[in-house]
């Protein structure tokens, strides 16, 4: 099992790709990844079957947890309960998201 991650690797991995995030940690009891949305990028995930933790390391925009828009930027923490609806939205610049959850990236 890798103890060690770069997040600069996997920020080089997902703009070489076509998706927009990649979870470099997939546990039965967590999983860790980096979400990374261009300007006017859509992010298009669906409600999770865990609760879920997002810490914004840089960009703009928005986060709707349910019907509430919450204002995104550097070092602000979220957390988004199982079976929420939410997703990002509204960034002029390139957003970069580490997030976590509390079982497998599923």
Do not use: R
Not at 57 to 82: M, P, R, T
């Amino acid at each position: 099992m890798k103890l060690e991650h770069d997040l600069d690797a996997y920020v080089k991995k997902i703009k070489n790709k076509s998706s927009y995030f990649h979870t470099f940690i997939n546990k039965a009891s967590l999983a860790a990844g980096v979400l990374i949305l261009k300007p006017g990028e859509e992010d298009t995930q669906a409600p999770h079957d865990s609760d879920e933790v997002y810490y914004i390391l840089s960009g703009n925009g928005y986060l709707k947890i349910k019907d509430k828009d919450y204002e995104v930027s550097k070092d602000k923490l979220f957390f988004v309960a199982q079976d929420a609806e939410h997703y990002f939205h509204g960034n002029t610049k390139e957003l970069k998201v580490l997030y976590f959850f509390g079982g497998p990236d599923s």
